[in-house]
């Protein structure tokens, strides 16, 4: 079964610097992988997502997310955050082989602040 | 473009009582799952269906039961609620293809007493 792992609770960055959030999967098959965002009070919002191809993904917001295969990583970038980027973040992972059955991280907070 | 809706919004049950949390979505989306998210713990699948007339178990199904007779709607019905269910709960529809991005409802923050 798919699986995944965000290995931090909360990363704090300061508006204006670089931000990491880390997320590594397990999965049989070849990985389809995204990363939500949720606002206070709110649904997950699709930010971005890999399929196949270039490793590099471009999403919303100016987010990007690098897959590494021999790592089997997918972590999130902004190369600078902004206040408004504060929210819970979540990676997920499917795959074409068995269920197709998306499974999610814990999610991590993101406090960035001003 | 409604997307995914869910009523209600929140909700106080007491121990022992019963409630069907409401789905609808208007996207023409075979596949729907309902989820439950508690602090620290991500997203648990409680049941999915690959379309209308077919349900499945998720991770965390004991306690609840769904249906599917149409495409749109997806309900989720707690029998007897218990203070284990308080939680929030998230629906979410996709059009089925792993590949494809899930779009999720408001949710419904339930809590038991």
Not at chain 2, 76 to 94: G, K, M, N, W
């Amino acid at each position: 079964a798919q699986s995944v792992a965000q290995p931090e609770d909360q990363v704090n960055v300061a508006e204006g610097n670089p931000l990491t959030v880390k997320c590594t999967y397990s999965v049989s098959g070849n990985p389809y992988l995204f990363w939500y965002v949720q606002y206070p009070n709110r649904g997950l919002q699709f930010l971005l997502k890999y399929i196949t191809g270039d490793n590099l993904v471009k999403g919303s917001y100016g987010f990007e997310a690098e897959f590494n295969k021999s790592q089997t990583s997918f972590h999130l970038k902004k190369p600078s955050a902004l206040v408004s980027d504060s929210a819970l973040y979540f990676c997920a992972v499917s795959s074409g082989y068995g269920n197709n059955r998306l499974a999610f991280g814990k999610g991590n907070q993101v406090v960035v602040i001003p | 473009n409604a997307g995914v809706t869910q009523t209600p919004k929140f909700r106080i049950l007491k121990i022992g009582q019963s409630m069907t949390l409401q789905c609808a979505q208007d996207m023409n989306h075979n596949y729907m799952y309902w989820y439950r998210q508690d602090p620290g713990m991500g997203l648990k699948l409680i049941y999915y269906s690959v379309g209308a007339g077919i349900t499945d178990k998720g991770e965390v199904p004991n306690g609840y039961n769904v249906s599917r007779s149409t495409t749109e709607d997806f309900p989720l019905r707690l029998e007897l609620a218990a203070p284990s269910q308080t939680s929030v709960y998230f629906c979410a529809s996709s059009p089925g293809t792993a590949n494809t991005e899930a779009f999720f409802g408001q949710g419904t923050r339930l809590t038991v007493v």
